[in-house]
């Protein structure tokens, strides 16, 4: 007590010589511990958190919206204006400005804290006060206080109820009213500082308006938009700081209301108070009142202090709360950083659970030494996330155990599967994924006509798309998967209906047994839950599945689009001003004899038509007609067409790159974020019809997407069923059972791999996986697609992952500053059913996509390559060879490998995808599938170049290994379990952040 | 003395329980200061830097390098591994990666600090020892330590003399060579946990190797290319901490050397040592020493720190030294930051001559109260930088003054004009300008030629461009202006030709004589010093002038290309099939004439020639001859030229957008900074060769660029001189001083506005500038192009822009995480000249220019009228309509004045634009400069509108309010002159890092 009346005398010197002060508050703050320490053998501070936190944990308290309101003088008024608020990051009145700050992190100084300490061992402390009025508190304040000048106290009331003026949304509307209110009130109030000469004019105007605030929120409260980002529950703590001419020491109140209750106009938004802070001094010093406003504002807002202050029972917990929060505190040297310098907020901080566990684990001393941070040594301990894939793919044993679970699994969800699916996003996926579906179904069914002699054409290919496609959506485990026509199964058909044709059997019957034993074979697999040994593969093995698939969507975009050139080749020669030599005449077959009666042709009119069929009129016959009948073109025109290959380049190339700029438009500064948002969603809706729209301002006749219009087969001798028996020898029937086989694996391999790639855990899906429904319901449409006589599908990757890009998920980020987490995947059947059922019905919207030209649609195939392939790791690591050790971005695995070794990785990934890549392009494409088993192989011997921990950073580790690997963790402990789980939660973090600022899809 | 043994005493307590010994400390440190108060009034600590500080202001203490090594076991072998570095900021070893992290803001707890703080206190400190080597050193700190155990002393000398292992560059030749050693020497040394255990083997080993540090640096030291990182004068201090076994209290010893001394192989680079920092000990708390070895290394970087440390006469000073730190850090609150994150280092820190200034000024309270910074009140009362042109511009009274005062002030820095323009970077801005100016000469050449029949065409637009352009950079007063032709004079010409035509007044007699009358004009603004007047154009009106300009070039350059598609028109309703259709045929004048005729040849070959001259063969006729002959065309494809205008489109946005890339590609993170550089300097030199090549590779007749060959007037029948009388009448001599008036403000405003814009205090010129000077040139340039027949020049703002641009320097980046910083522009006469020499001899490079497409050309107009627009104020304010504001960027206007008003003054400058647009559109163009006057009449009128505190932000005050402000500052006293500075240092910071990161050129 003898010290408390002590530094309440020096209060004076301090607020004069503040580093004099600070040292006495400290001297003031040491003397009482180490009196306490005496007692107890622990650090007082956290011996009194730990009591106070574990107390009743049950009940969260709520979030804390924290106002700033400084007292100023507007005119000849006085008033409270908002100067700052908080809801998890400050953000500060620009006072010219008129305008909110961006959220920041606040920067404080060590000062302010320690003279806010002092305040509030030497200022008022009310807990739990019965409050339901500011008169009312701040009369119960002084009370406490024990002031009885009754003038001093009647002043203090006056300055604390002054109008409170926030920084609303609409600053012209305000501001103009505020001016009109202002000149009209001037008079009305006294000015503050002329107080002391005029004592009764003050005591007169007092009582009039002794209390500017009003009981309940008014319009402005209410109408505040910013209530949406203050969580519901949430309670306010108002700070008040301010200088005033009558007071000769301080005057610092913290109250704790026994009750939220909201005081009028107190808060910019109508949330009940629950804290108050009033710091009232003498002027000269308002900087420093300022000042320590910002460290109770900022302290009000730390998860830990508010804790601390809602379950404080004296002021002594306060300090300790206070002394918590500074024993944490990070520290930044003045020489390295600016004060001024906003610091944004960052993307992710320690969690609130985190520091409280500190106080139930009894760790202390052990987690002080690690609030350093970026020196720590033990960091490097610690290892990545383990490769996880979860019990879907657990080997259960049973006959069809693997199906029944999944089966079992996806069941609760199928209702959600549905309502879940009408959102806005749902349409721009289903846009975009539809249109990647029918450029796929056109490319491969051209190609897969071409290859069979149209016995399976672009009309199967729709037909069989929407069918295995939508029975898959409706179906399926993992209804996000989108079936496609793959490159191995059109090799595989290629060879097949060679191998037919040389060996006179009959084609579609050999394939639909293929099919039967195939699909049989699949339902092996599915009943033995096979499925599980996808377990196997690591990122190595995924990444160099996907980065293959999406080279092979690049090169053929760019093929496709260098064919154009070739197929409309430019007369490079062309000189404009011999536009008269050139031309192209259709000559007849045999110009002898047909010569002079052409003489006699040529000169008359065009339009003179009806001659013989015999002699027709070679001049009006087109190219083709021409080359039909047997005449010959002559000119120097003939083999070149005109512009369209140049149009192609410009329709490819701009719906690429506008779609990759629309994409980028997110993180753009123009337009609100919605707006933003719905731009990039629709990108390749917009780049398309963007470019549509050029293609008919030019009306250039570049290749349009043709849509078959008539539901028939492709070739006329075939129909809609395929007979199993009557055109093949019977031993066909049991031998096809060996290419089955090699379909089968096909079908496993690509199927499994695309799902592994969906089911990430990156992509946070919640409602599970079903690899072993997928695979029985694959097996199902590849039988009724061979009856059918349709291609087969299998999972797509490539478009697999721009459909669940195209449904990913953001929290709206809640408090100002916070950024928006990554929830997860719209998980739902109805984009892909939708997809689908539009595939089906292209065949009527013929008119409408006859207008869409094909090198828009390989724009589309190139953009999707590049967006598939940039979401994956090795392709950064590609990156990394280019860049300068100090210019790399901090992955966490470059912290934690060497880069020679990260480069090694890398260079094996790009030697074993060569391969690939060279197998892919010879008729070995056909063993495509049992390549991806040696990528596996591959992986398997890497575990003898690489340590272990270099796996697990750059790969994940191979299963058996995890296995021991765990035992070992059961060994060390558990300590360590809590520090793996942080780091996973960094690493898949950083992946989420990657996967936003990298991947433009 | 009782309670410094007390710490000492509680030391074991604390190396278990910190969070209790962080009380002890303070309780310790607040007592012995609370005694010393009773003796002082101020703060000690500050006290007594004060007068270290001041002691001797005039010796800089040299920058310190700072390593930090901790102990480690390799194998069984201890050794000191470099785990962080510091120039300015620190950089970690990253264990796992064996990299060094990026340079990162040193976060630091506010623990140990508090720890440091307490070693000081209590371990050894010896200042100025006079140490030679490091085993010498240790032993001055056993005796002073008053070490008695030998065995203690002996151990503690073993380890602190182990290896020093350094993080180099080359890690994998490195760590070779590692194994290697490592593998072969593993049993040499003994492993240190087992010292206990085997007493008698330690002995025999610490003799045999008790020191492993060599006296000389290694040659990995000397090789060590950070090297040139460091300062030349830069000493090092090293910071040792490492925990051991035989220790039951730590070891602390802080050292400075009387003289730096090169300690062997104790830093990684051959810098020597000053001060040395140990720690040592007990084990189970690495992680703690290591927070304390950051945090003292951190302090040894730090300017404030450093300067005390060298300076400090005892224990004290260092202790003062921490206090003083500790009240400037600033702290982050734990909850809104992470402490893993690593902090980019800032682009600009307070500097360490303003934090040291607080100890000379006295202010010492009032500059505390502002550490926190962010939320300060006063700072909105700050003004912005004044607008200040310098001397230059001051107007003078005398006859020729200021003509006289610019060649005094230009005269001196003659030859560094010259030898300093020998640089690389001059290449690529010679090219680039070069580029630009033939293109613009041969564009302004081409189109004067048309508007004066060819009096002046290409021909003297590029001797005119050539003569004038290297007279001006040889004598004028700033070379860094680009002369070149421009619009308003191109329309006063075109006016003056039809004026002349219609009065059938000789033109060259006329435009000789309007030369005349305004040279003689300008030399009379020059006499009286008039260019004084441009000190009344403020920002608004430069960039209300350099917008137009830039909007003048995007519009040329776009128009060009459109026109490009009407000059090659697309057929667009070509049908590939029916190309037989398409044919144009040249048929003679009357062709009931020729016809039966014609049926005769067109059946024979064409080859067949040699007809008489009145029977042309009108199907070999060219489109031109036929159309010369009077033939017509008749067919489809006459009016179509294929490709052409397409290919033109690519060529011009491929340049366009190529070069944008290249520019950003400075700021990515792939290839060396040196390589990255190059590229973005020859950015606008790459994408021409690149779309040249591809042009070339297409071979498609794009239009060229046609440089004429022959050296003589375009026009047959004009000479090279033009004489001044005899064909137009007397009194014509006369009145043409009413047009040269026009002309003269039209060169007067062209000229000036584009200097004001070219000296503009962003560019950090350093030889000043010479408008007096700049116009008189001029003028004589006026006279001499009208007696030769040529056009008239004046400078060019987008090139001259462009020419500053491409000649910016940088600072090498000295300490590692420094920002670059902008140094100034290469203020040279070279590249001026040899842009102008190159332009002369294009006549005979004709053979080479020749394949450079026209829209490749376009594309660079396109790009410079981008550039040029992108660094302006104007523009980015242009673009705050777009955003919401949470998403602007905090431009240091937005902080002051409120939006509305920003948007207001940015709508103003907008309707004044599109007025100056449509007015240039019109016959009007030719009052244009006068439109520029215009300009500053609507901004004093702004004076009306705006507050001054908003125009000084948005604009800058017009000069008598300036003067008046100064006179109010005078008032006010210079208390506020010095943060004025600071905030005008901060605007001009901003204004370069602007201009760094939005102008792309």
Same mark, same amino acid.
């Given at each position: 007590?003898?010290?408390?009346?002590?530094?309440?005398?020096?209060?004076?010197?301090?607020?004069?010589?503040?580093?004099?002060?600070?040292?006495?508050?400290?001297?003031?703050?040491?003397?009482?511990?180490?009196?306490?320490?005496?007692?107890?053998?622990?650090?007082?501070?956290?011996?009194?958190?730990?009591?106070?936190?574990?107390?009743?944990?049950?009940?969260?308290?709520?979030?804390?919206?924290?106002?700033?309101?400084?007292?100023?003088?507007?005119?000849?008024?006085?008033?409270?204006?908002?100067?700052?608020?908080?809801?998890?990051?400050?953000?500060?009145?620009?006072?010219?400005?008129?305008?909110?700050?961006?959220?920041?992190?606040?920067?404080?100084?060590?000062?302010?804290?320690?003279?806010?300490?002092?305040?509030?061992?030497?200022?008022?402390?009310?807990?739990?006060?019965?409050?339901?009025?500011?008169?009312?508190?701040?009369?119960?304040?002084?009370?406490?206080?024990?002031?009885?000048?009754?003038?001093?106290?009647?002043?203090?009331?006056?300055?604390?109820?002054?109008?409170?003026?926030?920084?609303?949304?609409?600053?012209?509307?305000?501001?103009?009213?505020?001016?009109?209110?202002?000149?009209?009130?001037?008079?009305?109030?006294?000015?503050?500082?002329?107080?002391?000469?005029?004592?009764?004019?003050?005591?007169?105007?007092?009582?009039?308006?002794?209390?500017?605030?009003?009981?309940?929120?008014?319009?402005?409260?209410?109408?505040?938009?910013?209530?949406?980002?203050?969580?519901?529950?949430?309670?306010?703590?108002?700070?008040?700081?301010?200088?005033?001419?009558?007071?000769?020491?301080?005057?610092?109140?913290?109250?704790?209301?026994?009750?939220?209750?909201?005081?009028?106009?107190?808060?910019?938004?109508?949330?009940?108070?629950?804290?108050?802070?009033?710091?009232?001094?003498?002027?000269?010093?308002?900087?420093?009142?300022?000042?320590?406003?910002?460290?109770?504002?900022?302290?009000?807002?730390?998860?830990?202090?508010?804790?601390?202050?809602?379950?404080?029972?004296?002021?002594?917990?306060?300090?300790?709360?206070?002394?918590?929060?500074?024993?944490?505190?990070?520290?930044?040297?003045?020489?390295?950083?600016?004060?001024?310098?906003?610091?944004?907020?960052?993307?992710?901080?320690?969690?609130?659970?985190?520091?409280?566990?500190?106080?139930?684990?009894?760790?202390?001393?052990?987690?002080?030494?690690?609030?350093?941070?970026?020196?720590?040594?033990?960091?490097?301990?610690?290892?990545?996330?383990?490769?996880?894939?979860?019990?879907?793919?657990?080997?259960?044993?049973?006959?069809?155990?693997?199906?029944?679970?999944?089966?079992?699994?996806?069941?609760?969800?199928?209702?959600?599967?549905?309502?879940?699916?009408?959102?806005?996003?749902?349409?721009?996926?289903?846009?975009?994924?539809?249109?990647?579906?029918?450029?796929?179904?056109?490319?491969?069914?051209?190609?897969?006509?071409?290859?069979?002699?149209?016995?399976?054409?672009?009309?199967?290919?729709?037909?069989?798309?929407?069918?295995?496609?939508?029975?898959?959506?409706?179906?399926?485990?993992?209804?996000?998967?989108?079936?496609?026509?793959?490159?191995?199964?059109?090799?595989?058909?290629?060879?097949?209906?060679?191998?037919?044709?040389?060996?006179?059997?009959?084609?579609?019957?050999?394939?639909?047994?293929?099919?039967?034993?195939?699909?049989?074979?699949?339902?092996?697999?599915?009943?033995?839950?096979?499925?599980?040994?996808?377990?196997?593969?690591? =990122?190595?093995?995924?990444?160099?599945?996907?980065? &293959? %698939? !999406?080279?092979?969507? +690049?090169?053929?975009? @760019?093929?496709?689009? *260098?064919?154009?050139?070739?197929?409309?080749?430019?007369?490079?020669?062309?000189?404009?001003?011999?536009?008269?030599?050139?031309?192209?005449?259709?000559?007849?077959?045999?110009?002898?004899?047909?010569?002079?009666?052409?003489?006699?042709?040529?000169?008359?009119?065009?339009?003179?038509?009806?001659?013989?069929?015999?002699?027709?009129?070679?001049?009006?016959?087109?190219?083709?007609?021409?080359?039909?009948?047997?005449?010959?073109?002559?000119?120097?025109?003939?083999?070149?067409?005109?512009?369209?290959?140049?149009?192609?380049?410009?329709?490819?190339?701009?719906?690429?790159?506008?779609?990759?700029?629309?994409?980028?438009?997110?993180?753009? =500064?123009?337009?609100?974020?919605?707006?933003?948002? &719905? %731009? !990039?969603?629709?990108? +390749?809706?917009?780049? @398309?019809?963007?470019? *549509?729209?050029?293609?008919?301002?030019?009306?250039?006749?570049?290749?349009?997407?043709?849509?078959?219009?008539?539901?028939?087969?492709?070739?006329?001798?075939?129909?809609?069923?395929?007979?199993?028996?009557?055109?093949?020898?019977?031993?066909?029937?049991?031998?096809?059972?060996?290419?089955?086989?090699?379909?089968?694996?096909?079908?496993?391999?690509?199927?499994?791999?695309?799902?592994?790639?969906?089911?990430?855990?990156?992509?946070?899906?919640?409602?599970?996986?079903?690899?072993?429904?997928?695979?029985?319901?694959?097996?199902?449409?590849?039988?009724?697609?061979?009856?059918?006589?349709?291609?087969?599908?299998?999972?797509?990757?490539?478009?697999?992952?721009?459909?669940?890009?195209?449904?990913?998920?953001?929290?709206?980020?809640?408090?100002?500053?916070?950024?928006?987490?990554?929830?997860?995947?719209?998980?739902?059947?109805?984009?892909?059913?939708?997809?689908?059922?539009?595939?089906?019905?292209?065949?009527?919207?013929?008119?409408?996509?006859?207008?869409?030209?094909?090198?828009?649609?390989?724009?589309?195939?190139?953009?999707?390559?590049?967006?598939?392939?940039?979401?994956?790791?090795?392709?950064?690591?590609?990156?990394?060879?280019?860049?300068?050790?100090?210019?790399?971005?901090?992955?966490?695995?470059?912290?934690?490998?060497?880069?020679?070794?990260?480069?090694?990785?890398?260079?094996?990934?790009?030697?074993?995808?060569?391969?690939?890549?060279?197998?892919?392009?010879?008729?070995?494409?056909?063993?495509?599938?049992?390549?991806?088993?040696?990528?596996?192989?591959?992986?398997?011997?890497?575990?003898?170049?690489?340590?272990?921990?270099?796996?697990?950073?750059?790969?994940?580790?191979?299963?058996?290994?995890?296995?021991?690997?765990?035992?070992?963790?059961?060994?060390?402990?558990?300590?360590?379990?809590?520090?793996?789980?942080?780091?996973?939660?960094?690493?898949?973090?950083?992946?989420?952040?990657?996967?936003?600022?990298?991947?433009?899809?």
């Amino acid at each position: 007590m003898l010290l408390y009346v002590c530094v309440k005398g020096h209060f004076m010197v301090y607020s004069k010589r503040d580093k004099l002060t600070v040292m006495l508050k400290q001297y003031f703050k040491m003397v009482l511990q180490i009196l306490k320490m005496s007692f107890c053998q622990v650090s007082p501070a956290a011996e009194r958190l730990r009591y106070i936190l574990s107390e009743d944990d049950d009940m969260p308290t709520p979030t804390l919206f924290t106002e700033m309101d400084t007292l100023q003088r507007e005119g000849d008024e006085l008033e409270w204006k908002e100067s700052a608020r908080w809801v998890k990051f400050e953000e500060k009145v620009e006072e010219g400005g008129e305008r909110w700050s961006k959220p920041h992190v606040s920067t404080l100084s060590l000062h302010s804290l320690f003279e806010l300490r002092t305040c509030l061992q030497t200022g008022t402390v009310l807990l739990d006060l019965e409050g339901y009025s500011l008169p009312q508190i701040v009369g119960e304040i002084q009370i406490e206080e024990g002031m009885t000048s009754p003038d001093l106290r009647e002043k203090i009331s006056f300055v604390l109820l002054r109008r409170h003026r926030h920084q609303t949304k609409k600053p012209i509307h305000r501001s103009l009213a505020d001016i009109g209110k202002s000149s009209s009130s001037t008079s009305e109030y006294p000015c503050l500082c002329c107080v002391r000469s005029s004592r009764s004019r003050w005591t007169r105007t007092s009582s009039r308006s002794m209390n500017d605030i009003a009981d309940t929120p008014s319009t402005d409260q209410l109408k505040n938009k910013f209530m949406k980002k203050i969580p519901r529950d949430a309670e306010a703590s108002n700070v008040l700081v301010g200088e005033v001419d009558f007071l000769n020491k301080p005057f610092v109140a913290f109250v704790r209301l026994a009750q939220a209750t909201t005081l009028g106009g107190l808060t910019e938004v109508p949330v009940p108070t629950r804290f108050l802070f009033i710091l009232l001094g003498p002027q000269g010093r308002a900087k420093s009142y300022n000042e320590i406003g910002r460290a109770i504002a900022t302290l009000m807002v730390d998860d830990l202090f508010s804790d601390v202050a809602y379950k404080a029972r004296d002021r002594e917990d306060l300090i300790a709360g206070i002394d918590e929060f500074l024993d944490e505190v990070i520290v930044l040297p003045p020489g390295e950083w600016d004060p001024k310098i906003r610091i944004e907020p960052p993307k992710k901080v320690t969690s609130a659970d985190k520091r409280k566990s500190v106080f139930s684990l009894n760790e202390l001393g052990q987690m002080n030494g690690t609030a350093g941070g970026a020196g720590g040594l033990t960091e490097d301990e610690e290892m990545p996330a383990q490769h996880e894939l979860g019990e879907e793919l657990a080997f259960t044993g049973r006959f069809c155990g693997g199906l029944y679970l999944d089966i079992k699994r996806k069941l609760p969800w199928i209702p959600s599967d549905f309502y879940e699916g009408f959102h806005i996003q749902s349409i721009s996926a289903v846009l975009f994924i539809y249109l990647g579906c029918i450029t796929n179904a056109i490319t491969f069914g051209g190609l897969l006509g071409d290859a069979t002699d149209n016995y399976q054409g672009v009309m199967e290919s729709f037909l069989g798309t929407a069918l295995a496609g939508s029975v898959f959506c409706l179906f399926s485990g993992q209804p996000l998967i989108i079936l496609s026509s793959t490159g191995p199964i059109l090799i595989f058909e290629k060879l097949l209906f060679e191998f037919s044709k040389n060996n006179s059997i009959d084609y579609m019957e050999l394939r639909l047994w293929i099919g039967i034993h195939s699909c049989l074979q699949c339902f092996v697999l599915v009943a033995t839950d096979a499925s599980y040994i996808i377990k196997y593969m690591t =990122r190595f093995t995924e990444e160099g599945f996907s980065s &293959l %698939i !999406s080279f092979i969507f +690049i090169s053929d975009a @760019i093929k496709k689009m *260098v064919g154009s050139f070739k197929y409309y080749p430019i007369n490079t020669d062309f000189k404009p001003d011999y536009v008269t030599t050139y031309k192209c005449e259709c000559l007849a077959p045999d110009p002898s004899e047909f010569t002079p009666w052409l003489r006699e042709t040529e000169g008359n009119c065009p339009a003179e038509g009806s001659l013989n069929v015999t002699a027709l009129d070679w001049s009006q016959l087109s190219k083709k007609e021409c080359l039909k009948y047997g005449g010959s073109l002559v000119g120097k025109s003939c083999k070149f067409v005109p512009d369209l290959a140049l149009m192609s380049f410009i329709l490819f190339f701009g719906t690429y790159s506008m779609t990759v700029s629309l994409k980028k438009f997110k993180f753009s =500064r123009y337009f609100p974020t919605k707006l933003r948002k &719905l %731009i !990039s969603d629709f990108s +390749i809706f917009m780049s @398309i019809m963007t470019f *549509v729209g050029l293609d008919m301002l030019m009306g250039l006749k570049t290749p349009k997407l043709i849509v078959p219009t008539e539901f028939k087969p492709t070739r006329p001798d075939r129909g809609w069923l395929v007979m199993p028996f009557g055109k093949n020898p019977w031993w066909i029937y049991l031998a096809s059972f060996v290419p089955a086989l090699l379909v089968t694996i096909l079908i496993f391999m690509d199927q499994q791999i695309s799902a592994v790639i969906v089911n990430r855990k990156e992509n946070k899906l919640k409602k599970g996986c079903g690899y072993h429904l997928d695979l029985f319901w694959v097996g199902v449409l590849m039988a009724a697609c061979s009856f059918m006589g349709l291609p087969w599908y299998v999972a797509a990757t490539v478009i697999s992952i721009a459909h669940i890009d195209s449904l990913k998920m953001e929290s709206e980020s809640s408090a100002p500053g916070e950024q928006p987490q990554f929830l997860g995947v719209r998980e739902q059947r109805v984009t892909g059913i939708l997809v689908f059922a539009l595939t089906g019905v292209s065949i009527f919207l013929a008119p409408v996509l006859k207008f869409i030209p094909m090198p828009v649609l390989y724009g589309v195939f190139l953009y999707m390559g590049v967006a598939s392939l940039s979401g994956i790791q090795f392709w950064d690591r590609i990156k990394l060879y280019m860049m300068p050790s100090k210019h790399q971005p901090d992955y966490s695995y470059l912290r934690h490998v060497p880069l020679r070794r990260v480069h090694l990785f890398t260079l094996i990934q790009i030697m074993c995808l060569a391969v690939l890549w060279i197998l892919k392009s010879t008729f070995l494409a056909i063993i495509f599938p049992v390549m991806i088993l040696g990528l596996m192989v591959v992986r398997k011997m890497l575990d003898m170049v690489f340590s272990r921990h270099d796996l697990a950073w750059l790969d994940d580790l191979l299963p058996e290994k995890e296995k021991k690997k765990k035992d070992d963790d059961k060994k060390k402990g558990k300590g360590k379990e809590k520090e793996k789980k942080k780091s996973k939660a960094d690493d898949s973090e950083e992946e989420v952040r990657n996967s936003i600022f990298c991947c433009p899809l």
